[in-house]
């Protein structure tokens, strides 16, 4: 009898910390897909968990270093989900017609609305994002523990979508560490349907 | 697991203290001189002595504890405001008012857009730069440092905690204070927040500490009735807020606290009324808190905006354009809200903002950028073009020089 409460204990005990971890596997050093239509070359092996409509890469753990890459936001999409509903509700959506400059201002904010403080945005430039016409900019901000984050996004609309990579990692080592791998990667993005890269 | 550690933590804790709980009641001291005063002839005696250490085996020396290991955190974060000139003033205003006890007192100015301040029993301010944005004078920040002084002098938290210790709220407290007492609020003095909320002060002692942020108002000059007129300006922004149904749940320990906006402002008028010398008392010090603040109310309204209560930022802004100081800058932010809520008539309602700031002389260069991108929305390519190349030659060293001289290439 004893022994079988124990075991049962034992077995609450394994769910219930099973239910506070998240997910993670592995990503290989070779060519995959995220979602339908982008796909991405890393260089060395990340760890990766998916999200709604993303998927979220680390090597060092998220709070070091994250590297957001998203699946093709569509209107009404917002770029991090909250569990907060009233401050969901404040997450600012994506809309297909957004300019350049709103979509810089739709991802300053919902930084901005996920808790980070002190945001700035630096280098805001043109660029090519697989071949599409895009743009990068980078960005710092404070976490909620105070510590300086650095971090960037590049991205391009296709179609009515917005292909997105964000990357992001404490200002102290970590950010630096895997960035050349991170430019490197953004380099290899395709967008293409998953079938013809398979 | 955790939690049985953490509920054997708290009893040893408890254990611990409820063997060694002083009594509160004792001497009391003059603020004006740090020596012992009758407090029944001294509205402003102080429970504390100046530079008093209490012994480590007190609850006193374990609650200060909590609050050091807090203020450990939060102290080198990214939040805090290290603006020379701001450090000066806000700490010369502390030491204005807590006279023998302003060695016991450290003040941080946070960047943090909310009005709030906290004051921990270990002598560690907090003074977030929403407050900053909100109150315009120096009689109004004078009346929330006096407020939060207040609070220290007559060792609220440490009743608070002993409330606490001889209720079953016990348990709650050191579980959550022995977890980090972590919230989702801003930046690392998050835990000190927490602190702040667990010690949670009672109506009497808001009432008490609202006497004393007015009596220090008096003792120092100023006119007393800048405090009531605080929570007059406060009142106007959470009620439209709930208008517009944005209204949030509060961050603020200063505003969460009992008894309700309107009851305190109402007792801080009636207090004012009945100062016999009041129409002596006259001085608000406007030019110097402006000469201070008002070279950096850009970043704090651009904190604000970022926040997106458009109804609470609409109604600040309002009132501030109303006290006509750096107008241009307010327009441009009434526009930017206009632009960024984008309603029906928001864009007509920006592009209106705009051309104010303009008239009213020297808006900040952004304003070229936003006056392109609402043209753009009304489809007049020529004047956005127009917009974007004033907006290169007001900012030439922009770090979105690029994309602007890109978007103007795609107008042409």
Known sequence: MTAQILARLAFLCVCFLAAGCQTYSLVQPARVTVGDKLSIEPDIAWNKRSIENAEIWTVDGEALQALHLYKGLEDGDTLFVLTNSEKQEKMPQYSKTMSLLELREFIEASIVQSGFTNLKSLKFKPTKFADKDGFRFEFTFSNTNGLRELGFAAGAQSGDRLYLVLYRGAKLHYYGKYLKNVEDMIRSVQLAWASAIL | ?412
């Open chain 2, 1 to 412: 697991m955790i939690a049985v550690r953490q509920i054997g933590c708290a009893i040893a804790v408890l254990g611990m203290l409820g063997g060694c709980v002083t009594t509160q009641s004792g001497p009391t001291y003059s603020v004006s001189t740090g020596k012992p005063t009758a407090a029944a002839d001294d509205k402003l005696a102080a429970t504390l002595k100046p530079g008093a250490k209490p012994a480590l085996n007190t609850d006193d020396a374990g609650l200060r504890m909590m609050y050091d290991k807090a203020e450990g955190k939060f102290k080198t974060s990214g939040n805090v405001v290290r603006d020379p000139e701001i450090n000066r003033y806000v700490s010369g205003l502390v030491c204005k008012v807590a006279g023998p006890y302003c060695a016991d007192i450290r003040v941080y100015v946070i960047r943090a857009p909310y009005f709030n301040a906290t004051m921990g029993p270990n002598g560690a301010m907090q003074v977030w730069t929403g407050l900053l944005l909100r109150t315009r004078n120096e009689a109004q920040l004078m009346a929330v440092l006096g407020h939060e002084i207040g609070h220290y002098l007559r060792q609220h938290s440490l009743e608070r905690m002993r409330t606490a210790v001889n209720t079953s709220n016990a348990l709650a407290f050191f579980q959550l204070a022995t977890a980090g007492a972590g919230v989702g609020i801003v930046g690392a003095m998050g835990s000190l927040v927490a602190l702040a909320q667990l010690t949670a002060y009672s109506r009497d002692q808001e009432r008490e500490a609202d006497r004393f942020g007015h009596l220090f108002l008096v003792k120092h000059g100023y006119d007393p009735r800048e405090a009531a007129r605080i929570w007059g300006q406060l009142i106007e922004e959470q009620d439209a807020e709930k208008e517009e149904g944005e209204e949030e749940e509060t961050r603020s320990v200063f505003l969460a606290s009992h008894p309700l906006p309107d009851e305190r402002r109402d007792t801080l008028w009636e207090l004012a009324d009945e100062v016999e010398v009041r129409e002596k008392l006259t001085k608000i010090n406007e030019e110097v808190y402006n000469a201070v603040f008002l070279p950096h109310r850009r970043m704090f309204l651009r904190d604000e905006l970022n926040l997106r209560r458009f109804a609470r930022f609409e109604t600040l802004l309002e009132m501030l354009i109303e006290d006509g100081k750096q107008v241009a800058e307010l327009h441009y932010f009434r526009g930017e809200l206009y632009r960024l809520r984008n309603d029906v008539g928001d864009v007509e309602r920006a592009e209106k903002e705009y051309e104010l700031a303009v008239e009213a002389g020297d808006p900040p260069g952004e304003i070229h950028r936003s006056m392109g991108q609402i043209h753009q929305k009304l489809g007049k390519m020529d004047a956005a073009k127009g917009a974007f190349q004033r907006y290169l030659k007001a900012k030439p060293n922009a770090e979105d020089v690029d994309i602007i001289r890109h978007i103007i290439g795609k107008l042409s």
